[in-house]
T-cell receptor, first 115, second 113 residues
């Protein structure tokens, strides 16, 4: 069964600083990988996803993530944090061609951006 | 194109009552997923439906919970005889099919008194 671990339930950065949110996964087969963002009292919005091909994936709002199979990681980064990036971020996996593309989520990381 | 709609956005029930949560998928989407988010937790998969069929209900509690996605109308998640532990945010997502992005609704926040 797949699982997702997000290191750090809370991350705080200064505006303009690098954002690094960590995600490690466990899966018996190469999974699809996702990062979602959730603003307070809203649903989830897809930031980016990795399925196959290039391991460095660029998403919306200047975020990117790199799939590292040897480290079973899919960390999310952004070079320069903006106040509007303050939200909760969820890493998720699914199994391709499994007949049910249910997403398995990590517990989330709350990002705070300080002025 | 309207996004995924969920109603009500907030629902308060007393212990023992029934809760009905509705999800209207995006236009053209025939696949619906329900997830539950408990406080300080990530989302947990509950059930995956296509029109008139339950495909995967491996995340559904064995009792009191049921889901449907009829040929016409929204998908319904039904919780009978609610208990305090059912208090959570319930999210619906829809997609056009396998290998397609899941789009999430704003959620229904259920509070059981």
């Amino acid at each position: 069964a797949q699982s997702v671990t997000q290191l750090g339930s809370h991350v705080s950065v200064s505006e303009g600083a690098l954002v690094l949110l960590r995600c490690n996964y466990s899966s018996s087969v190469p999974p699809y990988l996702f990062w979602y963002v959730q603003y307070p009292n809203q649903g989830l919005q897809l930031l980016l996803k990795y399925t196959t091909g290039a391991t460095l994936v660029k998403g919306i709002n200047g975020f990117e993530a790199e799939f590292k199979k040897s480290e079973t990681s899919f960390h999310l980064t952004k070079p320069s944090a903006h106040m509007s990036d303050a939200a909760e971020y969820f890493c998720a996996v699914s199994l391709p061609q499994g007949g049910s593309e249910k997403l398995v989520f990590g517990k989330g990381t709350k990002l705070t951006v300080n002025p | 194109n309207a996004g995924v709609m969920q109603n009500p956005r907030h629902l308060v029930r007393r212990r023992g009552q029934e809760a009905r949560l509705r999800c209207s998928p995006m236009k053209g989407h025939s696949h619906v997923y329900w997830y539950r988010q408990l406080p300080e937790e990530g989302l947990k998969f509950m059930v995956y439906l296509q029109k008139e069929n339950i495909i995967d209900e491996s995340g559904m509690p064995k009792e009191r919970f049921s889901a449907e996605f009829p040929k016409e109308g929204p998908s319904i998640l039904r919780i009978q005889q609610v208990v305090r532990g059912d208090s959570a945010a319930y999210f619906c997502a829809s997609s056009q099919g396998l290998d397609n992005e899941q789009f999430f609704g704003p959620g229904t926040r259920l509070t059981v008194l």
